[in-house]
């Protein structure tokens, strides 16, 4: 991806991975909400990793893993593909203001406090 502090906000990061939703849909037909898959596989690979490492090794993302699947009662593949988005979003602010990972930043504000 290169340097991460030349994207404007994490979702331009997820677009140029392929990661960003789209819709096939035609006329008065509408169809369901995919990932586009339009971007750099190997980027979007280890965004995938990465997210799965982190709900396995780090409590942040695995109490928001957590909170999706039994709380809000997401599928499980869903909720990691969210956190994609969430690490690729962290990454971009972390790359721009070249601040070091705050761990309370990371939760939502009613799991913070």
Same mark, same amino acid.
């Given at each position: 991806?290169?340097?991460?502090?030349?994207?404007?906000?994490?979702?331009?990061?997820?677009?140029?991975?392929?990661?960003?939703?789209?819709?096939?849909?035609?006329?008065?037909?509408?169809?369901?909400?995919?990932?586009?898959?339009? &971007?750099?596989?190997?980027?979007?690979?280890?965004?995938?990793?990465?997210?799965?490492?982190?709900?396995?090794?780090?409590?942040?993302?695995?109490?928001?893993?957590?909170?999706?699947?039994?709380?809000?009662?997401?599928?499980?593949?869903?909720?990691?593909?969210?956190?994609?988005?969430?690490?690729?979003?962290?990454?971009? &602010?972390?790359?721009?203001? &070249? /601040?070091?990972?705050?761990?309370?930043?990371?939760?939502?504000? /009613? /799991?913070?406090?």
């Amino acid at each position: 991806a290169g340097d991460l502090s030349g994207f404007v906000h994490g979702n331009a990061l997820l677009r140029h991975a392929g990661l960003n939703l789209a819709e096939a849909s035609s006329g008065k037909w509408t169809g369901q909400m995919k990932i586009s898959k339009r &971007g750099r596989s190997r980027l979007r690979r280890f965004l995938f990793m990465s997210t799965m490492s982190l709900v396995m090794n780090n409590p942040e993302f695995r109490t928001i893993h957590a909170n999706n699947v039994h709380v809000k009662k997401m599928k499980k593949m869903r909720s990691i593909m969210k956190l994609c988005g969430k690490l690729a979003r962290i990454l971009v &602010g972390m790359a721009r203001t &070249g /601040q070091a990972y705050i761990p309370h930043k990371a939760l939502p504000l /009613q /799991q913070a406090a």
